[in-house]
């Protein structure tokens, strides 16, 4: 899951210990940990002088993380910068056959 959690995970508030509990009861990972040297501000206001780390990818431990980067475009619109990963996501083969089942159900 990724996307702006409104919280700085380094942090020690009660919402990030919340989010960091349950990723750790969910063995679930931060891309930002995984790949130590990416880290750098998500959310970047230049007029008010201010930037955090509050914007995430978050993954399992079944799912490979090949790359992750946080991109400073030339133009953005935003005042949050847009991360990628590379994930390799595993599907068990029931859940496979279940999403076939559905597929074919629409037709």
Do not use: Q, W
């Not at 508030?13 to 990416?38: G, K, M, Y």
């Not at 475009?73 to 005042?79: A, E, H, Y």
């Amino acid at each position: 899951m990724g996307g702006d959690f409104n919280v700085d995970l380094d942090g020690s508030d009660i919402v990030a210990r919340n989010v960091l509990t349950f990723a750790d009861n969910h063995d679930l990972f931060r891309c930002d940990e995984l790949f130590p040297n990416e880290r750098c501000p998500t959310y970047v206001n230049i007029t008010l002088n201010h930037e955090s780390c509050i914007d995430y990818i978050i993954v399992s431990s079944d799912c490979p993380v090949s790359n992750f980067s946080v991109i400073d475009p030339d133009i953005n619109l935003s005042d949050h910068l847009p991360l990628r990963a590379d994930i390799k996501c595993l599907v068990h083969p029931s859940v496979a056959r279940i999403r076939i089942a559905l597929t074919v159900g629409r037709e």
